[in-house]
């Protein structure tokens, strides 16, 4: 009988799960599968590379948008494309230009219609 054998996934899948931009991971990650044993170590005890990737960055369009608080949407329609470093990122933090203020509310307004939907559920529920 042979030993079981560990789930893998592709090293982009793995890349999104750690919340970080496969382009700037080096190449032995890229390169190969991802078992989930590994994926735990690297969770567990992150290497000095991805402790620095996720530190500093680049970072990936889902994780720019989380750290400016608006919508991957948003960036789009900022024609933010390009992956942005943390530094990149907290400067946009302190110049809060336009477009940026503007997403920041609307995100704020879709968080409030969630919550308000939310809660009217729950409340239609308890009633039933």
């Not at 009988?1 to 899948?13: H, L």
């Not at 989930?36 to 960055?57: C, F, I, K, S």
């Not at 680049?58 to 992956?83: N, Q, W």
């Amino acid at each position: 009988m042979s030993a079981p054998t560990s789930q893998s996934m592709k090293a982009a899948t793995a890349a999104k799960k750690l919340g970080i931009l496969l382009s700037a991971t080096p190449p032995e990650f890229r390169d190969g599968p991802v078992t989930r044993e590994e994926l735990n170590e690297l969770q567990v005890n992150p290497p000095e590379w991805l402790a620095e990737l996720r530190r500093d960055g680049p970072h990936p369009r889902h994780e720019v948008a989380r750290k400016l608080g608006v919508s991957t949407s948003g960036l789009a329609r900022a024609e933010i494309t390009e992956p942005l470093t943390t530094a990149q990122i907290k400067e946009l933090l302190v110049k809060k230009p336009e477009w940026l203020v503007t997403e920041r509310a609307r995100q704020a307004k879709v968080h409030e219609e969630n919550a308000r939907v939310k809660t009217q559920a729950a409340t239609k529920r308890s009633r039933d």
